[in-house]
Every structure is written in C-alpha cells, then in structure tokens.
C-alpha cells in the first residue's frame, strides 16, 4: 500500500466526503430512510458528524448549520422539496435495522 503522509491522507479524504455530500445532494431522490435502512446512516448522521467534529476542536456549529452544510441548503428547505412520507414498509424495515444503545 502506498504510504501517505498525514497531509495527504487528511486531503483524501476530504476530497472523498466532498464527493459523497455532492453526490448525496445530487440523489435526493434517494431518502434518508432508505440510507439508513441500507447502510445504517443518512445525510443527517453526516451533518451530525461534522458538526461532532467541529465541537472538538473547539469551534461551535449548531445543528441546522451543519445540516445546511450537507444538504446544501437549510434543512426545512429541503424536506420540502425532497422528503416524502415514509411507507410501512420502510418504517418497518427501520425499526428492525435501527441501532440498539
């Protein structure tokens, strides 16, 4: 495997979150419940993340602006072009794949 330097690495991955929210805002057909369901996150574990982020190192984000930084817009916004109701099915699925704490 090639050896990067902490600079590097910390670039690529940057560059790979990049792409991931700009493909995430690209698909927003895709709803969150559906990621959560298949890959156990969503756009706002992300947002969450960052902002989790952001806090330890000192630097206050609220919510809805690490929100607005995922989805591109605030966050009201977006579940009113994008959100639909989630169906049985889906609700189901959620609560049998939900994390246990």
Not at 55 to 75: C, F, L
Request: aromatic letters at 8%; hydrophobic letters at 35%.
């Amino acid at each position: 495997m090639t050896t990067l330097s902490k600079e590097q690495q910390t670039e690529f991955e940057a560059a790979a979150f990049r792409r991931l929210v700009a493909h995430l805002r690209d698909r927003s057909d895709v709803q969150n419940i559906d990621l959560m369901n298949l890959a156990g996150f969503c756009r706002n574990c992300l947002s969450n993340w960052y902002r989790e982020a952001a806090e330890a190192e000192g630097v206050p984000v609220t919510r809805d602006e690490s929100r607005e930084m995922i989805y591109g817009m605030p966050y009201e916004d977006w579940k009113n072009l994008h959100q639909k109701e989630a169906s049985p099915v889906q609700k189901a699925a959620f609560d049998l794949n939900k994390p246990h704490k």
